[in-house]
């Protein structure tokens, strides 16, 4: 009987002990979870979509690059007359390179935001529209710039929060650019309803807490 009972209180004292430590591993995983997951999701989209965009600007440049120099060969051979023709012809075509420049690249951020969107990834989404209305300002294309303020309102800012907002300034800076060129681009308050819309919606951003996103 003293034996059993010896032993009882073995098997207790081990289901206990078990009991204990399962408890321990649970907080540590919720916490891993809760806490430490978003901030290393976070920064892995960050590291990603800033190796992209800076992948697809070298890329673009380097092309343009490429037709700048054929273009102004062109131009040496059929505006061989006077010196000011020439310069005005050159500051033409580059004028219309960085035109074509801007609706490339606005182009390519606008195709990463759509995916980043199908993946669920708002904060990349919210950096990648950012800029590529910027880029739609700068190339007069203002059919995608609609479409892209309609995404950062509407999709991105309702999912985003204060601890993202402040987690890369590059971004915070991107949306500050977009702001004050959408003010420059605002003619006659056509977009008037926009930047009301977009203030209001990145105000309650900064004020929502991570929790209110989870």
Do not use: W
Not at 14 to 38: E, K, R
Not at 72 to 85: D, F, H, L, Q
Not at 98 to 112: L, S, Y
Not at 177 to 185: A, C, G, P, R, T
Request: charged fraction near 30%; hydrophobic fraction near 40%.
């Amino acid at each position: 009987m003293e034996n059993t009972l010896k032993i009882l209180e073995s098997v207790n004292q081990f289901y206990s002990q078990s009991f204990n430590q399962l408890v321990v591993i649970t907080v540590a995983l919720l916490a891993f979870a809760g806490v430490i997951m978003p901030i290393l999701v976070s920064a892995y989209q960050k590291r990603i979509f800033k190796l992209e965009h800076n992948e697809i600007k070298e890329s673009l440049r380097r092309e343009l690059d490429l037709e700048l120099d054929v273009q102004i060969s062109k131009i040496k051979r059929e505006y061989e007359v006077k010196e000011g023709e020439y310069e005005r012809k050159f500051e033409e075509l580059e004028g219309k390179l960085e035109k074509e420049v801007a609706v490339a690249v606005g182009g390519n951020f606008h195709i990463q935001g759509n995916m980043n969107l199908e993946s669920g990834s708002y904060y990349a989404a919210f950096f990648s529209f950012t800029r590529a209305s910027v880029e739609h300002i700068k190339a007069g294309r203002e059919g995608n710039l609609r479409r892209a303020l309609r995404r950062i309102n509407e999709k991105c800012l309702p999912k985003l929060n204060k601890q993202l907002l402040e987690a890369d300034e590059s971004v915070t800076d991107s949306f500050s650019e977009l702001v004050s060129m959408l003010e420059e681009f605002n003619v006659n308050g056509r977009y008037a309803d926009d930047l009301k819309l977009l203030k209001y919606r990145y105000k309650q951003a900064q004020e929502r807490s991570a929790k209110e996103t989870a």
